[in-house]
């Protein structure tokens, strides 16, 4: 699978999410939509995590001559979401909140930001 394949996949993943993410957040929380929608979520996430892991850095410094910076929040979710999937099951809602909001926020708002840095795929798209 390219480069470019791997990025598409990921888009394809990743949108969902950044909505899906949004709503979560503002609906009432520990409803069955909201229960179901996080499961939708933390697929999408793990998978969209995966993906990225493929995809050799771009841009900036390489670790393994493969790795960037921006894969330590693709590590991130990778724990997170097991972790806050697990801290509902328990009933560990304050933990299981803030991991969600730091998964939200890390891995889909900044990350999201670094896609639009100068030498990135959506940063020639768009700009």
Same mark, same amino acid.
């Given at each position: 699978?390219?480069?470019?394949?791997?990025?598409? +996949?990921? !888009?394809?993943?990743?949108?969902?999410?950044?909505?899906?993410?949004?709503?979560?957040?503002?609906? %009432?929380?520990?409803?069955?939509?909201?229960?179901?929608m996080?499961?939708?979520?933390?697929?999408?996430?793990?998978?969209?995590?995966?993906?990225? !892991?493929?995809?050799p850095?771009?841009?900036?410094?390489?670790? +393994?001559?493969? +790795?960037?910076? /921006?894969?330590?929040?693709?590590?991130?979710?990778?724990?997170?979401?097991?972790?806050?999937?697990?801290? /509902? %099951? %328990?009933?560990?809602? %304050?933990s299981?909140?803030?991991?969600? /909001? &730091? !998964?939200?926020f890390?891995? /889909? &708002?900044?990350?999201?930001?670094?896609? +639009?840095?100068?030498?990135?795929?959506?940063?020639?798209?768009?700009?």
């Amino acid at each position: 699978m390219s480069y470019l394949d791997l990025m598409y +996949f990921h !888009l394809i993943t990743v949108v969902p999410c950044f909505v899906i993410g949004t709503v979560l957040l503002l609906i %009432k929380k520990g409803t069955d939509t909201h229960r179901n929608m996080g499961r939708v979520y933390m697929f999408f996430m793990m998978v969209t995590a995966l993906i990225t !892991l493929f995809m050799p850095a771009q841009v900036g410094t390489r670790i +393994f001559n493969h +790795f960037g910076w /921006i894969h330590s929040l693709s590590f991130l979710t990778l724990y997170t979401v097991p972790t806050a999937y697990f801290a /509902i %099951k %328990k009933g560990n809602v %304050k933990s299981h909140k803030r991991k969600m /909001i &730091l !998964l939200y926020f890390g891995a /889909i &708002l900044i990350a999201g930001v670094f896609t +639009f840095t100068p030498g990135r795929y959506l940063h020639e798209l768009f700009f």
